[in-house]
Every structure is written in C-alpha cells, then in structure tokens.
C-alpha cells in the first residue's frame, strides 16, 4: 500500500503518520470526504467538511494557527483540502497518511451517529482492496 500511496500523493503538504495523530490530545481531525462516507463512519470528533462541496464554515471560527489534521479514504483528497487551508493562511495543517483505512488498518476505531463501528465506506472493490479490516460498505 506505501508505495502505491506515495505515487497516489504529491507530498505537497505536511503529513502525519496514524500513530503520531492518534496521540495527539488536541488535534482537531477534519472529515475531507463526502456525506455518505463520512455517515457510515469517521475518526471520533471529526468534523465534516466534504471535498466536492468544500466549506470552510465549519471550522472558520477557529485560530488559524490550530493544529488540523485532514483526512479521506486514503490521502489523496485531503492533501488537496489541506493545500487549499494553506492560501487560506491555516499554519498548522496536516495530511493523515493513508487516510482513514490506514487509521482503521491500525486498529484505531471510528465511529457513526449510534457509536463505535467496524465499517468503513469503501466506493468500491478496487478502493476497498488498501482496507484490510472492518467491513467495506459500497
């Protein structure tokens, strides 16, 4: 999976391993994927922002100096999110490297509205190949 995920991303931006992110005490996880994936499940606390339909709203009150660290199914999505919060002057962005499968590949759990679950919104088979557990939801 590293090295189809280092020629998926351009390493344009900070990124973060699972481990370092799933210590932090303070960080703010924000949601860069779309509605339906986020529903199925997310990192707990997260914050939905979406990426076709990108807003800022969410967390435009905070201190732009506030670490945030962006994640979507693997990387790709978020690195663009995190680029785009960069012209916007946040400082203390980050790209979670691999993603919320890796997150979830780690061990680490996610969550939907009614508590902790094992699946994970996948697209499809070919997306669902990089989870390796919980269950992939299409």
Request: with cysteine.
């Given at each position: 999976?590293?090295?189809?995920?280092?020629?998926?991303l351009s390493?344009?931006?900070?990124?973060?391993?699972v481990?370092?992110a799933?210590?932090?005490?303070?960080?703010?996880?924000?949601?860069?994927?779309?509605?339906?994936?986020?529903?199925?499940?997310?990192?707990?606390?997260?914050?939905?922002?979406?990426?076709?339909?990108?807003?800022?709203?969410?967390?435009?009150?905070?201190?732009?100096?506030?670490?945030?660290?962006a994640?979507?199914?693997?990387?790709?999505?978020?690195?663009?999110?995190?680029?785009?919060?960069?012209?916007?002057?946040?400082?203390?962005?980050?790209?979670?490297?691999?993603?919320?499968?890796?997150?979830?590949?780690?061990?680490?759990k996610?969550?939907?509205?009614?508590?902790?679950t094992?699946?994970?919104?996948?697209?499809?088979?070919?997306?669902?190949?990089?989870?390796?557990?919980?269950?992939?939801?299409?």
């Amino acid at each position: 999976m590293i090295q189809l995920l280092d020629r998926l991303l351009s390493h344009t931006v900070n990124e973060i391993s699972v481990d370092t992110a799933a210590q932090l005490k303070h960080a703010l996880f924000i949601d860069t994927r779309e509605l339906e994936e986020y529903t199925i499940s997310h990192i707990e606390n997260a914050i939905f922002v979406g990426y076709d339909d990108f807003s800022i709203k969410p967390i435009a009150h905070l201190n732009k100096s506030v670490m945030i660290i962006a994640y979507c199914s693997v990387g790709f999505r978020s690195e663009k999110i995190v680029e785009k919060l960069m012209t916007l002057n946040y400082t203390n962005v980050h790209n979670l490297y691999g993603g919320i499968f890796e997150w979830v590949n780690q061990g680490y759990k996610v969550k939907n509205d009614t508590g902790f679950t094992d699946n994970v919104h996948t697209f499809n088979k070919v997306w669902g190949q990089w989870l390796l557990r919980g269950g992939k939801i299409y």
